[in-house]
């Protein structure tokens, strides 16, 4: 019996998957052709619903204004106060200055050893500057004792912090 009601289930599946299908050569609309979306045709799903781009592909839309501008700079001059402290010590000097890092840069930063950064003094600063299209980006420049050093910083998102990607001195303009 059970043998039986299984073997029914199973062709009546597959009647009807067959009378989905169609049958080849019969539909007029059927083309063979691959056609390329070229991005010009609109998608009746998703008609009216106002979503862009940035929303289907995970980039974040962040913009630069005032409020960012403010926020990078002091970021950028309290992480070169901490970072230009050669006469603390290598743990105080790591744990004040890390949670202004990048944690790619914390990993690299963390063998660095304070003794050995000739600032001790930041005379000037910082001078923002970052490419006209990336509000993500910017590079920090501070007159030092020790001449010119140069800062990347970088957020993910409107409202996440900067964080400092490097730290170094710059050649000298001649």
């Known amino acids: 019996m059970r043998q039986h009601l299984a073997l029914t289930v199973a062709l009546a599946a597959a009647l009807s998957v067959s009378a989905c299908a169609g049958t080849a050569g019969t539909d007029p609309a059927t083309d063979p052709t691959p056609s390329l979306n070229t991005g010009q045709e609109s998608n009746p799903a998703e008609a009216g619903h106002g979503h862009g781009t940035d929303e289907h592909y995970g980039i974040p839309e962040v913009t630069w204004d005032a409020a960012a501008e403010n926020s990078v700079k002091d970021t950028a001059a309290k992480a070169m106060g901490l970072f230009a402290r050669p006469d603390v010590p290598e743990s105080t000097w790591f744990a004040d200055l890390a949670p202004h890092l990048a944690p790619e840069y914390a990993e690299d930063a ?36 020790a001449g010119r050093w140069g800062m990347l910083l970088h957020r993910s998102g409107q409202q996440q912090p900067w964080l400092v990607t490097a730290i170094s001195p710059q050649e000298p303009t001649s």
């Not at 930041?122 to 910017?138: E, F, H, K, L, Q």
Request: hydrophobic share 35%.
């Open 110 to 145: 963390k063998y660095i050893d304070p003794a050995r950064v000739p600032i001790r003094k930041v005379t000037d600063g910082p001078a923002i500057s970052r490419d006209a299209g990336n509000p993500m980006t910017v590079t920090a420049t501070f007159a030092t004792d």
